[in-house]
């Protein structure tokens, strides 16, 4: 179908050019015309040139529509594409139940900040009982879980200090920017008031704790 308009708008293009051409040298060998000089003495030369300016500008206004259509049609296929590519891009680098970044993306980042030799810190934890939350409850629960406690987690990472990721079922990893985490950290605290709050299924509330450790980077020490 796009081939087929590309077609059209070309031939269209290159009939108005054919026209824009005879146009112009119809008027400039009409001026050398015995004829037309007398008809030009007679009728007045400003009319004959208007007259002929006239058919030169329609052809030259078709002109620029369609290539203005056509340059318009290129710009938003273009954008389509990026977009299209956007997207997949932001399927291959997330997951698609809690729409935290996942292990790619995770390990894309990290080789940055561990190229960059800055001091960070790695804080790995998994929910505990998990199993039990979907046995007891329903998968739906466990789902929702998941999805409350990633959301929490990206909310956290708003400011650019922690970069949260979900490393695989209900384990989660995340990326502390900023220098190196100790346990009365207040920055450790803030990641542990992510399950301070129950979470609410079937106007059940869900009580989520979580294991966590904290491995802090280690000059010329490789983590991952």
């Not at 329903?138 to 922690?162: K, M, Q, Y």
């Amino acid at each position: 179908m796009y081939k087929k308009k590309h077609i059209i708008v070309t031939a269209a293009i290159i009939l108005l050019a054919i026209t824009l051409a005879v146009n112009l040298t119809t008027f400039i060998l009409s001026l050398k015309d015995e004829d037309t000089v007398d008809y030009l003495e007679t009728a007045g030369k400003f009319k004959y040139v208007i007259y002929s300016l006239i058919h030169v500008g329609i052809s030259v206004t078709g002109l620029l529509i369609i290539l203005g259509v056509m340059s318009v049609h290129e710009f938003k296929k273009s954008r389509e594409l990026e977009i299209s590519h956007e997207k997949l891009e932001y399927l291959v680098e997330h997951d698609h139940l809690t729409k935290l970044p996942n292990r790619l993306k995770f390990r894309n980042i990290f080789d940055k900040i561990a190229a960059s030799g800055k001091d960070f810190s790695l804080i790995l934890f998994d929910i505990d009982d998990f199993k039990n939350i979907n046995d007891n409850n329903s998968h739906a629960c466990g789902d929702e879980v998941l999805r409350v406690i990633s959301t929490r987690l990206l909310f956290l990472s708003v400011n650019g200090v922690f970069f949260a990721s979900r490393f695989g079922g209900d384990e989660f990893l995340i990326l502390y920017t900023s220098g190196s985490l100790t346990e009365d950290s207040e920055d450790l605290a803030k990641i542990k008031k992510v399950f301070d709050v129950p979470i609410v299924f079937d106007d059940k509330k869900i009580k989520v704790q979580a294991s966590i450790g904290i491995v802090n980077s280690v000059p010329g020490e490789k983590i991952l």
